[in-house]
């Protein structure tokens, strides 16, 4: 069996083409994707801010074989971000992730003496 990590992943994107009625609904549900939104899921959490409706980010917790690495969490994590913003008839553009690791992340811990 592969050894599987665990990534975290963040797909950025820009609203692209929305109708009236995605940027209604975009515009009156803003306090639910706003910084306290933010969370690491499998199925992703969507956040941005209304003012200008421009970027958005989604957050998602991926995981797969090692060997795949971190370009393929990225890529899962991508597909994932666009069958939900599909699914909820929002137009977007310009999908790119940055994935970390966090079977491989350095932790610093400070000593018992510091805390």
């Not at 963040?10 to 009156?28: D, F, M, P």
């Not at 941005?48 to 995981?63: A, G, N």
């Amino acid at each position: 069996m592969n050894e599987q990590h665990t990534y975290r992943v963040i797909v950025r994107g820009t609203w692209e083409g929305l109708t009236e009625q995605a940027r209604a609904r975009l515009l009156a549900e803003a306090a639910e994707h706003g910084m306290a939104s933010m969370r690491f899921s499998e199925e992703g959490s969507l956040s941005y801010e209304p003012v200008p409706l421009k970027h958005f980010s989604m957050r998602y917790v991926v995981v797969s074989d090692a060997a795949d690495g971190e370009e393929m969490a990225g890529a899962i994590a991508e597909d994932r971000a666009e069958t939900a913003l599909r699914e909820l008839g929002y137009g977007f553009a310009g999908l790119k992730s940055t994935v970390t690791d966090l079977d491989t992340m350095k932790i610093n811990r400070k000593p018992a003496s510091r805390r």
